[in-house]
């Protein structure tokens, strides 16, 4: 059974720093693409971030672009999303996401196969 947990989340103010962790479990995912996604209360989940699980190219959305990292770090079967200039835009529950195919795909909730539970974060301003 695959299982995706995200942790990391939590209240911090504007400009500050946090580190979500999603711990993947039940397969690996060569191949194919881990992404983060956000939803904040009233709003669509919108792609935050992706990465290829062997490594490669990042993408990123225009709102989180110099502010956000993706990383993984295979051995532990994990993906990360470094989060720095923290913005009270950027409260939502964050989730974790795996399984797309393409790059193309990355952008797109419906390609994940995958999905954690969600974290909440919350920027106070």
């Known amino acids: 059974q695959v299982q995706l947990v995200e942790s990391g989340g939590g209240l911090v103010q504007a400009g500050g720093s946090l580190r979500l962790s999603c711990a993947a479990s039940?397969?690996?995912?060569?191949?194919?693409?881990m992404g983060w996604f956000r939803q904040a209360s009233g709003k669509e989940r919108e792609f935050v971030a992706a990465a290829k699980w062997s490594g490669g190219s990042t993408y990123y959305a225009d709102s989180v672009k110099g502010r956000f990292t993706i990383s993984r770090d295979n051995a532990k079967n994990a993906v990360y999303l470094q989060m720095n200039s923290l913005e009270p835009e950027d409260t939502a529950v964050y989730y974790c996401?795996?399984?797309?195919?393409?790059?193309?795909?990355?952008?797109?909730?419906?390609?994940?196969?995958?999905w954690g539970q969600g974290t909440q974060v919350t920027v106070s301003s």
């Open positions: 996401a795996a399984g797309a195919r393409y790059p193309s795909s990355t952008y797109y909730s419906s390609e994940y196969d995958y």
């Open positions: 039940g397969r690996t995912f060569s191949g194919r693409f």
